[in-house]
C-alpha cells in the first residue's frame, strides 16, 4: 500500500526518500506510520538529522512532513524537479 526509505548523506545525515501511498490509505494515518518508520530507523542508526525534498504541488505531502516536524532548509542537491526542502533534526 505504500513505500518509504532512507539514504545515506553522510555519517550524520540521512535522506527520506520514496515516500508513496496508494490514493486509497491517505488519510488513514499510514503516511504518519510510514514516515515516523523512517525516522525511527535514521535515529537507530545514528544519524543526526533527516532531510528531504518535494515539490510545492505535493500539499498533502508538505502538511505530513509538518506535522511530522520537518522544517524548511536550504538546497541540499540538485534534484531539478525539487522546489521544497526540509530537515528535521534527531
Known amino acids: 500500500i505504500g513505500t518509504v526509505g532512507i539514504k545515506k548523506i553522510d555519517d550524520d545525515k540521512a535522506e527520506l526518500k520514496a515516500l508513496y501511498l496508494h490514493k486509497e490509505y491517505r488519510g488513514l494515518g499510514w503516511g504518519s506510520r510510514l514516515i515516523n518508520s523512517a525516522i525511527d530507523e535514521a535515529r537507530d542508526l545514528g544519524y543526526k538529522t ?3 525534498d518535494s515539490m510545492s504541488i505535493y500539499k498533502d ?3 505530513l512532513y509538518e506535522k511530522s516536524g520537518f522544517v524548511p532548509t536550504e538546497r541540499f542537491n540538485d534534484n531539478p524537479y525539487a522546489d ?6 534527531l
Request: charged share 35%; no cysteine.
Open 84 to 89: 521544497i526542502f526540509m530537515k528535521k533534526d
Open 61 to 63: 505531502a508538505l502538511k
Open 50 to 52: 533527516i532531510v528531504l
